[in-house]
């Protein structure tokens, strides 16, 4: 099978360290493997999404030297890697799903959510949903006044997906309970529906990610399950946090590439720093590439099954 991977960083602002953890390691793992690496670039929230950005992610992924196959520079069978230039795809995808009853019109109030998100459910650890507009009545619906979002009807199953930290993971997914949303009400296409799509689409055999998504994952292979998807195998990596035990963000000061290239770090610096924080170094000093690719093979790194590594220095 020839790997493929993606690094899909939002475009929301600089990249910091907890993105460039992410993007390290799919690179390290993927140039070992001798495959493909996907840029793509998730930008569909057109808010907080801007072009500024989108070049800051190039220029700092330029500046680490790690490169990818696949970009927003390119064309190819599938598209193209940024997704606010595949709305034509997911609205065909949806609109075929309407049609297959796949999916339904959710008219619930914010309010009503999240009163119904907040209660308690026996034998539940998660938020779920109620399934109150998924039975509504054609003339019921016609009567809402309220733009709807859109829900996928659930079925009642068993998910299973492959994790080379975690294992087999299976969940079990609910008529009603789990029926997630797929569709926003102000037409916003939802993450879990082109992220699903997109991996389907371009082929990824492999994702890398933060373990904050595990929760989140079962539904997208079924979405990828639902539309002929091979679903990939997924690596759930630790999350980076401060000494504080806070989660890094493009919020936080003092963390981003752009401002640890200001102070004078050196690209081998910051290798150096991710492959101590695997636990493929007992101290930090610079590494080059070609040193990480071939000195330090990936399934030695000892950190990575950890549920969060402490950044040492800030």
Same mark, same amino acid.
């Given at each position: 099978?020839?790997?493929?991977?993606?690094?899909?960083?939002?475009?929301?602002?600089?990249?910091?360290?907890?993105?460039?953890?992410?993007?390290?390691?799919?690179?390290?793992?993927?140039?070992?493997?001798?495959?493909?690496?996907?840029?793509?670039?998730?930008?569909?929230?057109?808010?907080?999404?801007?072009?500024?950005?989108?070049?800051?992610?190039?220029?700092?992924?330029?500046?680490?030297?790690?490169?990818?196959?696949?970009?927003?520079?390119?064309?190819?069978?599938?598209?193209?890697?940024?997704?606010?230039?595949?709305?034509?795809?997911?609205?065909?995808?949806?609109?075929?799903?309407?049609?297959?009853?796949?999916?339904?019109?959710?008219?619930?109030?914010?309010?009503?959510?999240?009163?119904?998100?907040?209660?308690?459910?026996?034998?539940?650890?998660?938020?779920?949903?109620?399934?109150?507009?998924?039975?509504?009545?054609?003339?019921?619906?016609?009567?809402?006044?309220?733009?709807?979002?859109?829900?996928?009807?659930?079925?009642?199953?068993?998910?299973?997906?492959?994790?080379?930290?975690?294992?087999?993971?299976?969940?079990?997914?609910?008529?009603?309970?789990?029926?997630?949303?797929?569709?926003?009400?102000?037409?916003?296409?939802?993450?879990?529906?082109?992220?699903?799509?997109?991996?389907?689409?371009?082929?990824?055999?492999?994702?890398?990610?933060?373990?904050?998504?595990?929760?989140?994952?079962?539904?997208?292979? &079924?979405?990828? %399950? =639902? /539309?002929?998807?091979?679903?990939?195998?997924?690596?759930? $990596? @630790?999350?980076?946090?401060?000494?504080?035990?806070?989660?890094?963000?493009?919020?936080?000061?003092?963390?981003?590439?752009?401002?640890?290239?200001?102070?004078?770090?050196?690209?081998?610096?910051?290798?150096?720093?991710?492959?101590?924080?695997?636990?493929?170094?007992?101290?930090?000093?610079?590494?080059?590439?070609?040193?990480?690719?071939?000195? &330090?093979?990936? %399934? =030695? /790194?000892?950190?990575?099954?950890?549920?969060?590594?402490? $950044? @040492?220095?800030?």
């Amino acid at each position: 099978m020839k790997v493929r991977t993606r690094f899909a960083p939002s475009p929301t602002g600089r990249m910091h360290l907890g993105n460039l953890w992410i993007a390290f390691l799919n690179w390290l793992w993927t140039r070992q493997q001798g495959g493909t690496i996907i840029l793509r670039m998730e930008d569909i929230d057109k808010d907080r999404c801007h072009t500024s950005y989108a070049e800051g992610i190039l220029e700092d992924l330029a500046w680490m030297g790690l490169d990818y196959d696949e970009g927003p520079e390119g064309t190819y069978a599938y598209g193209s890697t940024v997704q606010s230039r595949r709305y034509d795809i997911y609205g065909k995808i949806l609109s075929e799903m309407e049609k297959k009853g796949h999916i339904y019109p959710c008219y619930c109030s914010r309010s009503r959510i999240h009163q119904v998100l907040s209660a308690p459910h026996e034998g539940e650890n998660r938020p779920v949903y109620d399934g109150h507009c998924r039975n509504l009545s054609e003339k019921e619906g016609k009567a809402m006044t309220k733009p709807p979002c859109w829900r996928v009807a659930m079925e009642e199953r068993n998910t299973t997906f492959s994790d080379l930290f975690f294992g087999n993971v299976t969940r079990h997914l609910k008529k009603g309970a789990d029926d997630f949303v797929i569709r926003r009400a102000d037409g916003l296409v939802a993450y879990q529906l082109a992220v699903s799509i997109d991996d389907g689409a371009m082929g990824v055999t492999h994702v890398f990610r933060g373990n904050d998504l595990l929760d989140s994952t079962p539904y997208q292979v &079924f979405l990828m %399950e =639902k /539309l002929g998807y091979q679903p990939p195998v997924y690596g759930h $990596l @630790p999350l980076l946090t401060d000494k504080k035990g806070i989660r890094l963000s493009k919020r936080q000061q003092g963390i981003t590439i752009e401002e640890l290239r200001n102070r004078g770090y050196s690209p081998e610096d910051l290798m150096g720093l991710l492959l101590h924080l695997a636990g493929g170094l007992p101290d930090m000093r610079p590494v080059t590439r070609k040193e990480a690719v071939e000195n &330090f093979p990936f %399934e =030695k /790194l000892k950190n990575l099954k950890q549920k969060h590594i402490v $950044l @040492p220095v800030s």
